[in-house]
């Protein structure tokens, strides 16, 4: 009920405004911004149509060589950053990009990395083969070159087993090289690897096979590997001179190299036969097989997937694995004197992983 006044008639103030007083409705209520605006972020991210597509060559803390033009009279090499929208993704050496802004490449210009194009292939290792966390070395090479010294330091055949093991996971074409040979004959060693198609080259002091190494590298990109002390550093400044890639001395005590490469960087092969890539890798005393696809690994022994053929279905090739064809071939001498070391070594790889199958 409304108030009344003295003469008992309704006190309609409250309710009858003043005609000079402002109206004020919904429209006119002022909410402050929030820090970051009010404008709702689109969807719709940019194309990036004008983008253009280089190589990485080096990955350095948060800023990348990128080749734009490769093979073309306005090849340049251009300094880039990741976009916010690639923040999770990793870029590594071999990716090729696509760039956008000041691809000038002139000196303290800045380009940005706006895109990942799709990677023909990836080259990874884990820390260990139980760690789940995979470390990639390269992308986009199609060859790994495995250097392998004879002696000093000594050549570990479970090494390169694991190297085997990634490159063809990786769908990576595998060679080894192994150096040193004038400090020791490679022939027991080489026979552990007999019955593999694998290209192999020998490389003693003052008689590096330098033409037929680069022969084989042009037109391909190819990942160096192998643990340090081989001189693999020593390999690569030979192949690709002016390169001046850090080399090391192994330790007389331990007999283990140092590490002197502690970057991955892509270096450009020139030959009269034509170019390729030489992509050098830091080296390493392990190589964890933790993220690959275990049914790849009897790819590694091509010698013995030929036989596994026979084995029946489901056969881990574990040694009390029954009627695996594998070591019944071995048992009977069909795969001569190294065909036990490289059933050992498979059965190795195989057993690290049998928990998971």
Wanted: glycine share 8%.
């Amino acid at each position: 009920m409304p108030a009344r006044d003295a003469d008992g008639q309704a006190d309609t103030w409250w309710s009858t405004p003043d005609e000079d007083e402002p109206q004020y409705d919904e429209s006119d209520v002022r909410v402050r911004a929030g820090r970051k605006g009010t404008k709702p972020r689109s969807k719709t991210r940019p194309q990036h149509e004008n983008a253009l597509t280089g190589r990485i060559l080096t990955v350095d803390r948060g800023r990348y060589t990128v080749m734009l033009d490769e093979n073309l009279p306005s090849e340049r090499r251009v300094t880039a950053a990741r976009a916010s929208e690639l923040r999770k993704k990793a870029v590594v050496n071999g990716d090729r990009v696509d760039i956008v802004g000041n691809t000038s490449g002139d000196e303290g210009t800045l380009a940005r990395i706006v895109r990942i194009v799709d990677r023909d292939t990836l080259l990874r290792r884990s820390a260990d083969d139980t760690d789940a966390v995979e470390r990639v070395i390269v992308a986009n090479a199609d060859q790994m070159l495995i250097v392998v010294a004879a002696a000093n330091p000594e050549p570990r055949i479970r090494l390169v087993d694991r190297y085997l093991v990634a490159a063809y996971d990786a769908g990576v074409s595998p060679i080894l090289c192994i150096t040193k040979t004038d400090l020791a004959d490679p022939a027991e060693f080489l026979a552990n690897f007999a019955g593999l198609d694998l290209p192999v080259f020998q490389s003693s002091e003052g008689e590096m096979p330098i033409e037929a190494i680069s022969a084989a590298l042009v037109g391909h990109d190819t990942v160096f590997v192998g643990h340090s002390g081989v001189g693999k550093s020593t390999l690569v400044n030979a192949l690709v001179p002016g390169t001046n890639r850090a080399i090391g001395v192994v330790n007389t005590v331990t007999g283990r190299g140092r590490h002197t490469s502690s970057s991955t960087v892509s270096l450009r092969l020139e030959t009269d036969a034509g170019r390729g890539w030489v992509i050098d890798t830091p080296g390493v005393r392990s190589f964890g097989l933790g993220h690959i696809d275990t049914d790849n690994i009897l790819k590694a022994f091509t010698d013995l997937a030929t036989i596994a053929e026979r084995c029946p279905r489901g056969c881990t090739h574990l040694p009390n694995s029954p009627d695996c064809a594998i070591i019944e071939a071995v048992a009977a001498g069909e795969l001569g004197e190294t065909g036990r070391v490289r059933l050992d070594s498979l059965q190795r790889l195989l057993a690290t992983f049998a928990p998971a199958r």
